[in-house]
């Protein structure tokens, strides 16, 4: 079915650490994953992408992840910073019955410790 | 950078009443989207459109309508509003992406109260 699920919806690290927030998608037919950031207030950001053809894509301090075999995609955000605090959340593009559809999942709150 | 501009950081409406929610972006991008987020429950697609005068259904679009009369303004209306409309409202855009995947690009939001 149409479902892009997270793990953990709380994360909570301590400055300076290494964060992971994952995600599982459903849609095997998924070509296009992307992460983006909302902090408190504000619309999501664009964080990140990265297409079916790739295990891997690495940006400023953050990596993501996709594992095709079980449909699993992480975001890697090295060295967290207060300043990272905020909701995560990925999204998948593909064909779903008849066209293109983007399904984004509900979100994990990062709480960055100092 | 792009820029998504939605007219209204806050809103608060009576039921009943017809309510605008306008949105532009600078980037000439052909897609724009209305999506409502409420807790727990991710982003959930209203309606969008891919050029001037189109619109497509989304997920939910039941109560509300689309105006797109120009390429950068994409307005959402909420013909009778009622208390379960009260979300948030958040619009996007992205290029034109049959051929190549692109990220759409949000604004930071109306927060809706319907009373």
């Known amino acids: 079915g149409e479902s892009v699920g997270l793990h953990l919806p709380t994360l909570s690290v301590q400055e300076g650490d290494n964060s992971i927030i994952n995600c599982a998608y459903s849609?095997?037919?998924?070509?296009?994953f992307i992460w983006y950031k909302q902090e408190s207030g504000k619309g999501p950001q664009f964080i990140i992408d990265?297409?079916?053809?790739?295990d891997k894509r690495q940006g400023q301090r953050v990596t993501v992840l996709l594992n095709k075999t079980v449909k699993h995609l992480s975001l890697q955000i090295a060295a967290t910073q207060p300043g990272d605090s905020a909701v995560y959340f990925c999204a998948e593009k593909g064909r779903y019955g008849g066209g293109f559809k983007t399904i984004f999942g509900a979100g994990t709150r990062l709480f960055v410790k100092a | 950078d792009v820029k998504v501009t939605q007219s209204s950081r806050y809103l608060v409406k009576r039921t009943g009443e017809k309510v605008f929610l306008e949105c532009v972006q600078d980037?000439?991008?052909?897609?724009m989207f209305w999506y409502r987020q409420d807790p727990g429950l991710g982003l959930r697609l209203i309606y969008f459109s891919y050029d001037v005068k189109m619109k497509e259904k989304g997920d939910i679009p039941e109560g509300y309508s689309v105006s797109r009369e120009k390429k950068e303004r994409f307005s959402l209306i909420l013909e009778s509003a009622s208390t379960n409309q009260t979300s948030m409202y958040l619009c996007?855009?992205?290029?034109?992406?049959?051929?190549?995947?692109?990220?759409?690009?949000f604004g930071d939001g109306t927060r809706l109260s319907i009373l």
């Open positions: 990265i297409r079916s053809n790739m």
């Open positions: 980037m000439d991008h052909e897609n």
């Open positions: 849609n095997s037919a998924s070509d296009y």
């Open positions: 996007a855009s992205s290029p034109w992406d049959i051929y190549s995947n692109q990220p759409q690009h």
